[in-house]
T-cell receptor
Framework: NAGVTQTPKFQVLKTGQSMTLQCAQDMNHNSMYWYRQDPGMGLRLIYYSASEGTTDKGEVPNGYNVSRLNKREFSLRLESAAPSQTSVYFC????????????FGDGTRLSIL | AQSVTQPDIHITVSEGASLELRCNYSYGATPYLFWYVQSPGQGLQLLLKYFSGDTLVQGIKGFEAEFKRSQSSFNLRKPSVHWSDAAEYFCAVGYNTNAGKSTFGDGTTLTVKP
């Protein structure tokens, strides 16, 4: 029972490099999310996808792009990485609806030098 | 706009002692409230949720939370803390009917003393 799977788990980039973080869920959830977690700042929503074929900006979308490839997969791309994007990135999924809890992956720890 | 405040950044309790983590929310409609736990190096795991009905909800790992509308609070409690409860705890309020979006508090880190 995999749940939400994120790859890679760790990555080090140089400033200006690009990278795509992958996320897949096997729970048949409609909604998927990308968050970043920084010390003392909780979770901040980068982008979300309410359903297959739709994506919307969250609280901190600048410097990121997303693709909802199909119902299972939701990727996050950094086109030109900056040190300020050093963070732990979490993917989550849920059924649609305000009362639905989210299910999280184990995160990608990204360092940008 | 909705918001969640967790007033305590860090709490330390002795093993076997009781625990209460505070959460206050701001939301104009009926709130859907959640508590999540995050162990080091892992993602968040749902502890419990409140939607309606009984204001005292039971969760996993012996946790419970009480919804108090008059105080806009949803505090998490455990009668006797175990060393394995050391983790970071997040309160969240669900909003937006088009997606299961939630706003998260900044978290409370729990340290358990032997």
């Amino acid at each position: 029972n995999a749940g939400v799977t994120q790859t890679p788990k760790f990555q080090v980039l140089k400033t200006g490099q690009s990278m795509t973080l992958q996320c897949a869920q096997d729970m048949n959830h409609n909604s998927m999310y990308w968050y970043r977690q920084d010390p003392g700042m909780g979770l901040r929503l980068i982008y979300y996808s309410a359903s297959e074929g739709t994506t919307d900006k969250g609280e901190v979308p600048n410097g990121y792009n997303v693709s909802r490839l199909n119902k299972r997969e939701f990727s996050l791309r950094l086109e030109s990485a900056a040190p300020s994007q050093t963070s732990v990135y979490f993917c989550a999924s849920s059924q649609q609806g305000t009362n639905q809890p989210q299910h999280f992956g184990d995160g990608t720890r990204l360092s940008i030098l | 706009a909705q918001s969640v405040t967790q007033p305590d950044i860090h709490i330390t309790v002795s093993e076997g002692a009781s625990l209460e983590l505070r959460c206050n929310y701001s939301y104009g409609a009926t709130p859907y409230l959640f508590w999540y736990v995050q162990s080091p190096g892992q993602g968040l795991q749902l502890l419990l949720k409140y939607f309606s009905g009984d204001t005292l909800v039971q969760g996993i790992k012996g946790f419970e939370a009480e919804f108090k509308r008059s105080q806009s609070s949803f505090n998490l409690r455990k009668p006797s803390v175990h060393w394995s409860d050391a983790a970071e705890y997040f309160c969240a309020v669900g909003y937006n009917t088009n997606a299961g979006k939630s706003t998260f508090g900044d978290g409370t880190t729990l340290t358990v003393k032997p």
